[in-house]
């Protein structure tokens, strides 16, 4: 059973406004990654990390920062909520093997911006 | 341009019979396919993979079905019962995956009784 969670699991929030989405898991796993996903899309890589002090960008550019200090958290960030910004977000963690790349996810935020 | 497709956006399939979902590729660098089962507000769970040095692998009810040379695999479900109903994501990664997967856009399967 994966044990990677995250909050908030609904967030409704204003324009302009900062928010940090929360990403931990329990399992150890040094590769973590956030997804956006919009209904009936195909969910687009935005950040990944392969392990403390690791972050790189994903296929989708995205105006959300993430930090990785612990192992088990992968917070992310954005500044300034956008309308645009409305999509659910995913957070998944790997044990990173070669050939082995089994994803965990958490269970998402579904983020609305007004 | 999409490297992971999948051509159906829905499907229906009466309980106890087979469903057959399917995923076109066009990356010939892809080496490891999952399949993921996602249910509405929750996130995408694991549910079967293959290598590509394989061209079948099986775990209870779900088969995948891999066919390098037509970059085309396959999700076998056998017998579909109503809890099957969910998205499935078909996704794809190379080299160890570094990077993440890439997925395809999904197939709403849902089952009748």
């Known amino acids: 059973e994966a044990d990677i969670y995250q909050t908030p699991r609904y967030l409704v929030i204003g324009t302009g406004k900062k928010i940090t989405l929360e990403c931990s898991q329990t399992m150890g796993h040094d590769k973590m990654y956030w997804y956006q996903q919009d209904p009936g899309m195909e969910l687009h890589l935005i950040h990944y990390s392969y392990g403390v002090n690791s972050t790189e960008k994903g296929d989708l550019s995205s105006e959300s920062t993430v930090s990785r200090i612990r192992t088990e958290h992968f917070p992310l960030t954005l500044e300034s909520a956008r309308p645009s910004h409305t999509s659910q977000y995913l957070c998944a963690s790997s044990e990173g093997t070669l050939l082995n790349e089994k994803l965990f996810f958490g269970s998402g935020t579904q983020l609305s911006v007004l | 341009d999409q490297q992971v497709k999948q051509n159906s956006p829905s499907l229906s399939v009466q309980e106890g019979r087979i469903s057959i979902l399917n995923c076109d590729y066009t990356n010939s660098m892809f080496d490891y396919f999952l399949w993921y089962k996602k249910y509405p507000a929750e996130g995408p769970t694991f549910l079967i993979s293959?290598?590509?040095?394989?061209d079948k692998n099986e775990d209870g009810r779900f088969t995948v079905f891999l066919n390098k040379s037509a970059k085309h695999l396959s999700l076998h479900i056998v017998p579909s019962q109503p809890g099957d109903s969910a998205v499935y994501f078909c996704a794809a990664v190379s080299g160890g995956g570094a990077d993440g997967l890439t997925f395809g856009k999904g197939t709403h399967l849902i089952i009748q009784p």
């Open positions: 293959i290598s590509s040095i394989k």
